[in-house]
Each structure stands twice: as structure tokens, then as C-alpha cells.
């Protein structure tokens, strides 16, 4: 349900905060650059405010009413019962009169719903309101009064919750037809594909124990729907509040978004609610302008005009990035704002993995703030180690902060200085390019730390000055002391020296399992799925899963006549034979074009190795179509390389293993019929990795397998995996290079294939 909000059988529970939100949050949406204080600084502040008191002074005061079906509940910062003043406290940095009126607006409306629960509690004729707002550089108060009788604050209270009481009434009906209709609902096609029922069976069995699930499961065999399905359905159950499904990439995302679809095409007014999370720089509307009122018009009287377009969208039921797209352009509100808004009353939430496992997640904080069950599915989830390692790194690059120390105000000029010096005495021995460092370079951080205090207190005394290369310094030094102060055995520092460029200084996250074990742990359950989790118990341990989490390798519903799988162990493409090997990949290509003319994609470890077999092969090919992966394509672009592959075309499509087209595309039947896989998709030995590989040694065991012979097939079956796509498919696969033959890589690929030379 909605932020601060929960069903259960004997009320509509909701928030404080959140019922205050709903009602009186008035004015224009406001993202103008202010320092604000962070949570530890908020803490803190609150904690000075209260250590001012007397003894009598009560913290944290739990108080609650009803309304009709709402139960309103929270905790008052304080009360001081000698004053008889009840306190709510804001913690801010700056002038107090900068702040926008629909703030402080928002702020008295919440001391007064707390006020009329504290009144009712105690039985109080009246009492003194207070904001207290406590200035985080200048620990100073300002104190802002008012008194009220409790009549007055029960009819405060009162207009509020009938504001809402509508729309929570709406959302409990909303939740029992949605769960009605969960409980009948019918899988949307005749029959599952082979091996669907069996993934869905367990993904029914984990959200039914509250358990997680690591569930290896063939390309081709209707995985999302697979998952969704069955989570759906034990909703009810369950009393699943919202279901995330979490992507890498946007296919992923829009496959769910198709799986939804049919499941409410298939069940005729399934009231369900999807909503899709964009980036906002893909859902904003005017790039050229800052996001508040006084120069975004989408900006200007957001949350006036919130509420209608909030019901338009509910209504319409189009949450998807177009559909939200015009709802917000017909109440003229911020799309990217109008989908956080959304979160808050939709069932089914598809974005990228980030909104709910990265340091700031949108989802996982509203989840555990709100106490929501949520079940979790996460889709290609061999991508996960490598995005929550880049979630929990972080990197400072000296290039930049040059110009940014140069162009810097005189003010900063010394904090800056600093960061400098220290950074240039951390290399100052280093004569290796890249070096492993033991111990953080707690000089260099607390210089840093003392750099983004001093531009804080700039920024609030010159909110104008505000320059976007200094502000980009500026959160990369916040997200690199932040990531310092979790550095641990799970992490790694390092310095790669640039020539003239200075050096780049990187806290390199290798383990992500105890950052991420909280977000499965706060999920009611959680499945992650993909073709390629083989081994899984290292997949299990590197990304934190439960003890208890089940494990599922569900059987292809493949078979080898299918797939003609032909080793090439006679060639080598290692990277110092790369240039014996162009000749004979080319002809060994063209010759299976010759014999059965169809869609090919051939898949290379690296542009360079990509576009010399390229150039060969359309010199001495030409009659042969081709078409390439060019570096850093566009979404545009990349459709217009799939385009290519129609069930009436012919031609040899050249990629990058790893990228775009290897894995998340679907071209069934005559779109592909066979693939060249010229690489075991090994990544690069270089420091970086080495050092890598000793950690995970150390950690597991089995370095180097972990760190490059396991990613590598994972990519090579990923890529093998766009040619099968349905039970009536045909087509062959050439593993191209001598390792192939391998016993050790043999038992890494599918138990299916049946490899051929």
C-alpha cells in the first residue's frame, strides 16, 4: 500500500509523516541544492536538542488514534510536560529563512496531529506546540509556537484523516479485489512450457515458507511470466503488500512488463497495479532545466497538482513509462516524480536492481521504513556480482579534481589544497602503474572529509555559486568517505597511477554478501533467476543469501538434436594467436553460411578482436550480408542492429560477448539459427583482476575459477543461449578455441550439450 501505510484486518494503518504527506504537502516540488544535514547529523542534532532539556523530558513519545478504519500512529520527538510543550525537531544547515513556506506548512501540520493524539492520550484541555529547528553548523535553536486547545487539534486531526479517509477506503477495496482475483487467478496460456511448472512450483514454495530461492533455469523456457506468476499468486496468502522485479538491463524490464500484461489480459479486471521505474534522465521532460519551480514548469505547483494526476494514473492503470508519460503531461507534472509518488500505491514494481540493493535504495528503504512484505524476484541474476560490486565501490579520479581545484572559490582553496598534497604523497613512492595498498589512507580521507564539510557551509552561505564540476567533486568525495567508513576484508584499495593525469584512487568492493544480505533478509522471500548460476553455492555465498536458501537446477526442455553444439579445438584465441586465428574463423564462418544460409551471430572477447574479423571477412566475403556492434550504441541503435534479424533475412551479425546481444534478446525460430563463439569470454589478466583473484582465494578458494574461468562461461552460455528459444527451434553453436576440450570447462557447460568436433 502506500509510504507509512499498511492493511491489516482491524484498520488502515498509516504514519504520522505519511498521512501529513498525503493531505498537506502543498506547493512546488523543489530540488535546488541544499546541503541538507545527513541522517547521523539528524540524529545528533535531535539528540543535543533533547540533551538541553530537563530531566522530565520525554523522547521519542509513542502516540496513536483512530479515525473511522484509520489508525494514525508515530513517535513525537518530544514533550515537556513542565511547559506542557510538545516538540517535533528539523534539523537544517543555513539561513532558516530560505526554507520554502510548503515545508514549514508540512511541519505544522505534523506537530498538530501529533498534539491532538498526545491530547486524546493524556487527556489534555490544550497544550503548546513547538518547531524546533536546530541548525546543524551553529547549534543554535529556533523556536516557532503556537498554542492550541485539544478541540481545536481533534478537528485538525479530524479534516486530515477525512482528506484521506476516501482514499484509503478506495485502497482497501483495491486490495481485496486484487487479492480475490490473485487467489483465481489461472495460469494465462493452455499449458506451461517444459520446465516453467517446475520453476514456478518452487518460486511458489519459497514465498509460501518465506524462504529465498537461487534457481538455475534454461533460456527459452518463459522465466519471467515463470516467476511472476507464482509469487502473484501467493500474494493473498501471504499478504504480500508489492512484489519488485529487478533487472539489469531494459529487456529484462520489458518482458515483465509484457508478463504483466498478459497475465491481466488472461484475467478479465485483475485489478493489479504495475508501475515501471525509469532513470530520470530518461522520463525528464526538459533536461535544460533544474528541478524546481522557479525553472522547470513541470516543477512549478507539483504537489497541487499531484493529487489528481496521482488518481489518473491509479484509474488508468498505464504506469509504464509511456503511459506515465502522458498522465504527467496532461496535469503538467514531473513524470520521474510522479513514478516515486507511484511506488507508494502500486502492486507490482519493475526497475533496475539498483532501487533495491544499492547504498541508497529507493525500494529497500520504504520497504523496511513501512515494514512492507515484499517478495523479490531478480531476473539474469548472474549479473548481480558485478553490479553490487560497482554499487559498494567507489573512485576518485585526480584529472578531474585538477580542473575543480583550479576553478575552485577562494574560500575553498585551502580545504582543496590539501586534498591535493595528500593526494600526491600517497603515489610519491609508487613507481608500478597499479598498486594494492593494505591499509586506507586515513590522512588523504580526512582531508577529503574536511574538503565536503567546507563546501557545505559555501554552498549554504552561496546557494547561486553552486558550479557542476565542483558539485560533482563534491558527491563523489560524500560516496567515497562514505564507502571508507564501511571498508573492510569484503573491499580492497588500490592506486593507478596517470602520467600526467595524476592518479585514480579506488575503494573496490570484491565481496558485496554482507551489504547485501540485509536487503534479502528484510524481503519476505526473494528469487533470483538465470540460465547461468553454475556453481551456485558461489553465487549463494558472494551475494549474501540466507542459509536456508533452496536451490533449484531446473532440467532443459532442450534436447541435443536441437542444438548442434561443434567444438573447434583447433584454433586458438588467445590473444597473442589473435591474428592466426582471423583466417580460419572467417572461413570456417562463411562455410557454415554456404551450407545453410540463414542469421548468424558471431560473438568476440573485444572490439579490436571484433572488427578485424569483420574487415577480413567482408573482403573476402562480400556477398555475404553483415552487420556489426559498433562501440557505445544507443537504445536507437541497438534496435536497429536486432531489426536485422527477421524470419526472412539473411546475414552474419558481429558482437561482443558479454554485451547487449549476448544475452537478454529473443530472435526465435528463423531470427537466429546459429552462433560462433570465438572466446572463452575470460576476463583480461591485468592487476586489477589479479588482485581480485587473490581475494576471492582467500575468501573461497578456487581464485581463479571464481574470478575468471565461472564469469567467462557464464557469458558463453548466455550467448550460446539466443539460438534454442522454444521447443521447435533448431540450430548450432561453434565454441571456438582449444580450451573448449577441457575437462574442467566441459563440466561448467550445460549437461544437455552434446559437443561435437
Known sequence: MGRGVRVNQAAYVIAVRALCEFTAKQGDLDLRFTPAPTALEGIAGHAMVASRRDAAYEKEVSLSGRYGPLLVRGRADGYDPALNRLEEIKTFRGSLERMPDNHRHLHWAQVRIYGHLLCQARNLPGLQLALVYYDIGKQQETLLTEHATAACLQQFFEEQCSRFLAWAEQEMAHRAARDAQLTALRFPHADFRPGQRILAEAVYKGASSGRCLLAQAPTGIGKTIGSLFPLLKATPGQALDKIFFLSAKTPGRALALEATARIKQSAAGLPLRVLELVARDKACEHPDKACHGDSCPLAQGFYDRLPQARSAAIVSGAMDKEGLRQVAAAHRVCPYYLSQELVRWSDVIVGDYNYYFDLSAMLYGLASANQWRVGVLVDEAHNMIERA?????????????????????????????????????????????????????????????QAVADITDYMVDHPAALDSDLQRFYFDAMHFTRIAELFDSHSLFDITRRGAHGATLCLRNIVPASFLAPRFAAAHSATLFSATLNPWHFYSKILGMPDNTAWLDVPSPFTADQLSVQLVAGISTRFQHRERSLAPIVDLVARQYR???????????????????????????????????????????????????????????????????????????????????????????????????????????????????????????????????????????????????????????????????
Not at 593526494?423 to 589512507?441: I, S, V
Not at 546481444?661 to 526465435?668: N, Y
Not at 539459427?673 to 582465494?697: S, Y
Open 389 to 449: 560490486r560497482k554499487m559498494y565501490s567507489a573512485e576518485m579520479e585526480q584529472a578531474g579534481f585538477k580542473a575543480v581545484r583550479q576553478a575552485a572559490p577562494p574560500a575553498l582553496k585551502r580545504a582543496l589544497d590539501r586534498v591535493n598534497r595528500q593526494w600526491n604523497a600517497l603515489y610519491k613512492e609508487q613507481e608500478a602503474e597499479y598498486q594494492r595498498y593494505e591499509d586506507l589512507p586515513d590522512g588523504f580521507i580526512q582531508a577529503l572529509q
Open 595 to 757: 551450407e545453410q544460409p540463414g542469421n548468424y551471430l558471431t560473438f568476440f572477447s573485444s572490439y579490436d578482436y571484433l572488427e578485424k574479423v569483420a574487415a577480413m571477412f567482408a573482403a573476402r566475403y562480400p556477398d555475404i550480408p553483415l552487420w556489426q556492434q559498433a562501440r557505445r550504441m544507443d537504445e536507437r541503435e541497438r534496435e536497429q542492429f536486432l531489426a536485422r534479424f527477421t524470419d526472412t533475412s539473411q546475414g552474419v551479425g558481429f558482437a561482443v560477448l558479454g554485451g547487449a546481444f549476448a544475452e537478454g534478446i529473443d530472435l526465435p525460430g528463423a531470427r537466429l539459427i546459429g552462433a560462433f563463439i570465438a572466446t572463452l569470454g575470460l576476463p583480461q589478466v591485468n592487476p586489477v583482476n589479479e588482485q581480485i583473484m587473490l581475494q576471492m582465494e582467500r575468501t573461497f578458494g578456487q581464485g581463479y575459477d571464481c574470478t575468471y574461468l565461472y564469469p567467462g562461461l557464464q557469458k558463453v552460455v548466455q550467448a550460446a543461449g539466443r539460438v534454442i528459444r522454444t521447443e521447435r527451434d533448431r540450430g548450432v553453436v561453434y565454441l571456438i578455441d582449444d580450451r573448449f576440450a577441457r575437462q574442467k570447462v566441459r563440466q561448467l557447460l550445460p549437461a544437455w550439450w552434446q559437443l561435437g568436433s
